[in-house]
């Protein structure tokens, strides 16, 4: 992927500071990671000429914003391991993961206004207010049966696919991209947003552990009910007993069998399967009025892996 080695040397440069301490932290933002978002950067960079230096500092930016979000997230979550490791709060300390995540975020906002790109950076604010605010809608809902999948729309719309979208129109305005362009590449942003997020939810139910980096049905013991477990609390034969479950916390490995199996019985992870992959279709039906260019082709492939992935 052309560029991507580049992100690598700014997010080594760029998540640290001159201090031992925050070079220790850092291998949390090289170690790993998928790179989606600096990808849908340069990507979205690629279809016009865009100036390559500020299109890596975009594509930096949004890595660093990205796993600022996940820093504070294993917080609030007191999650101990992510891709398999130890998380910054477990190794160091609530206090100085902190500290890092902010330090993170003020690294990305760097970036961006050394460039003088205030459109990017006003569209990576407002997307930095929506995660926060998924975020506040989601803890409220922890635990709570009575949630709908109208709630959960909201959320992961707020929390993880605008975010992507953001990542798309970054790379469309760095390339001077076409007004009606670039509303095709932000739709098509968004609808891979859902579909990524419906993809973990699945993964999280039903994938492996070693791959997934986590527990499974770690959201499930943490509250927070994903669109499988809400389908099943509506499920007639299923929903009483796991609302029982739920409301006493009893996450045995039995009951966990269990509401995997009702899952699977009640074809719920079937239909979120279809619901992801049309999600994916209407995503590429967006790509399909771009310009046939290298990028565009990329950006499908992407759209398939999202489909596949295991973790």
Partial sequence: ???????????KEF???????TAQFSANVTDGGKRLRPVLVLLGGAFYRAKQNQLIDIA???ELIHTASLVHDDIIDHATTRRGKPTLSAKWGEQQAVLYGDFLFARAFSLLTKHGLTGTLGN????ISLMCEGEIEQSALLFNCAVTEADYFSYIHKKTAFFLSACCLAGAEACEMPAAEKRLLTAFGLQLGYAFQLTDDLLDIGGNANGMGKPVMQDLKEGYLTLPLIKLLRDKRHGCAVKRIIAEKDFSAANLQFIQQALTQCGILAETSRKA????ERAKQNLEKLPLKPPR???SRLADYVARRTS
């Fill in 1 to 11: 992927m052309p560029g991507l080695a580049q992100v690598e040397t700014r997010l």
């Fill in 15 to 21: 998540s640290q500071g001159n201090d031992g301490l």
């Fill in 60 to 62: 930096t930016a949004v």
């Fill in 124 to 127: 990576m604010t407002q997307a």
């Fill in 277 to 280: 992959g049309l999600l994916l």
């Fill in 297 to 299: 082709l990329l950006l």
